[in-house]
């Protein structure tokens, strides 16, 4: 038995779109009801709420739930039509999810997030207290990227990658990716000669391995690579990872050695600057001169505007920026306090300088101690 799992009191679990979906594309009632039947069962007890066990759900599936009532064949390309799917799809997957845990006698709370959400501290702590409360509350959270709004700018893209982030979010002690793999294996499991990996310790134990691509079923936007990224992820916050099919749900819920177990991390970094390192893409470049290189890495200072030799980009305050050395190499991200059209006049000025000629609302760090995660 794995004592990591047994022992988990919060646990975070994703479901992929090929793993709930049928060939059509619609929703496959009894793949989800089997999977709700695993999360009411996935403790010795047989409840995990009387046993003190919270889950979170992150689950694929409104996209490919919305092809078949719109007349789709297949997944859309364009993200327009992507979006009008998922405006279907999702009160269909949450309406299904209700109903199911419902037999269970629980009650679900639809989370819909989008990158904002998890990177701009009032998002960030705004949807913390949602899913905080309603664990509080016994209630089983579902969470999905907000399709329907997310631009390509701020979108997760994928889920996947979506739940190591709610993992790290909600403090999670296990994070447990079902899709239609059953485990990590060292090349394509319907291959002779290829191998299940029982375990990941660290780098070296992926060393050679053929991660692949896509899924086979075709309805979404993940495949072991992903899978493997989101594992990384959660254990570099400290969180273990199990890998393995929704079949064996069950089995990986009670601790029980199927999939592939990722063994966390020891040290786990703060959650702001966690996220802020992996679920952002930065929207502009702020150069650096040497003595600023050194204060922002060596001293982890804030950083001033008289440290910044040029801007690259189009980007508001609030905004995540990638801070570069003198050779263009990204050193640390943060999030700026300026927009881009104000920046170019206060480069190399002092905030002392910088007061006095503008007045007080200049003198502060172009991006705080606080906001800036060393890369």
Known sequence: MRDAVTTARRVVVKIG???????????DDERLDALVDALGTSTPGGDPAADGREVVLVSSGAIAA?????????????????????????????????AAFARHGRTVGQV?????????????RNAYRTLRKLLDLRAVPIVNENDTVATEEIRFGDNDRLAALVAALVDADLLVLLSDVDALWTGDPARPGSDRIAEVRDEADLAGIDIGGSGRSGVGTGGM???????RIATGFGIP?????????????????????????????????????????????LHLD????????????????????AVDGAFTAGDPVDLVDTSGAPVARGLVNYDAVELPG?????TADLAAALGPAYEREVVHRDDLVLL
Do not use: C, M
């Open 17 to 27: 779109s090929s793993s709930l979906t049928t060939t059509g594309g619609g929703l």
């Open 66 to 98: 919305g092809l078949a009532p719109l007349g789709l064949n297949r997944r859309p390309r364009d993200l327009a039509t992507q979006q009008a799917a998922a405006s279907v799809g999702q009160g269909l997957l949450i309406g299904r999810y209700a």
């Open 112 to 124: 819909l997030l989008t990158l904002d959400d998890v990177t701009r501290r009032a998002h960030y």
């Open 225 to 231: 690579v992903t899978k493997v990224e989101a594992a």
């Open 241 to 285: 990872v199990v890998l393995t099919s929704a079949a064996q749900a069950v089995a990986a819920l009670a601790g029980e050695p199927v999939g592939t177990f990722f063994h966390p991390s020891l040290r786990r970094p703060a959650a702001r600057l966690f996220w802020l390192a992996h679920a952002t893409s930065p929207r502009g470049r």
């Open 290 to 309: 040497p003595g600023a290189v050194a204060a922002v890495v060596d001293r982890r200072k804030s950083l001033l505007p008289a440290g910044i030799t």
């Open 346 to 350: 206060l480069l190399g000025r002092s």
